[in-house]
């Protein structure tokens, strides 16, 4: 791959995992939640859904599936339909404060479950296999071991996808302990159920031509 065709490809990868979604609130609301490692946790299983999207793209199968109305439908709606469901369990939480509770949910939930979380999330959004599929194309050289490329698209993207969910992780835990005050737990999570629906019935709205 080209040297400058790398530095475009990194351009676009570092516009789109900069611009927080779902995903990012997810990690966010954990770090708050629970803690730094958890979200992390939560993060990988985020980056390994949306690093098998960027496959499905890169070989080809992107192309059927981006322009198969059902498929596509289909996993946009259970996409759509997993935000709304964390966004109701949030936004009907009875927590009053997540001093306390919090220490009971994490021996209830397991760390599996925040890693499935993450990667729910980060597969439920179809548009991202129609970006990856339009993008890919502006950048392959098809001269070039194929296998090369593919590598090096995946690094680039995990490493920066990575850094920008961690770093929202952070900021989250670093402004827990106002989250953790009596009474906010409630506050918090009826936004952060709020937020989530409204990206469930966003995600619901949309189609390949957009």
């Known amino acids: ?22 995903s990012v609130l997810l990690c966010v609301v954990t770090s708050i939640k629970q803690d730094f490692k958890t ?19 890169f070989t080809g199968l992107g192309i059927i599936i981006s322009s198969s109305e059902y498929i596509f439908n289909l996993i946009k709606y259970i996409g759509a339909g997993y935000l709304i469901y964390l966004g109701y369990k949030s936004f009907t939480s009875k927590e009053e404060s997540y001093e306390f509770n919090s220490k009971v949910e994490s021996k209830e939930k397991s760390k599996l479950k925040y890693f499935i979380d993450g990667f729910m999330v980060g597969a439920s959004n179809p548009k991202a296999i129609v970006f990856f599929t339009a993008l890919f194309p502006q950048f392959i050289n098809q001269s070039k071991p194929l296998l090369q490329q593919y590598l090096i698209f995946v690094a ?17 835990a670093k402004s827990s302990s106002w989250f953790l005050k009596k009474g906010r737990a409630k506050l918090f999570n009826r936004l952060s159920g709020s937020v989530f629906i409204g990206a469930g019935v966003l995600l619901s709205t949309l189609n390949k031509s957009r």
């Open 39 to 57: 979200a992390f946790i939560t993060s990988i299983g985020s980056l390994l859904a949306i690093i098998g999207i960027m496959s499905i793209s």
């Open 1 to 22: 791959m080209e040297f400058n065709t790398w530095i475009y490809y990194l351009l676009a990868v570092a516009v789109l995992t900069a611009t927080p979604g779902p």
């Open 156 to 172: 680039t993207f995990a490493i920066l996808e990575l850094s920008w969910l961690l770093f929202y992780s952070y900021l989250g």
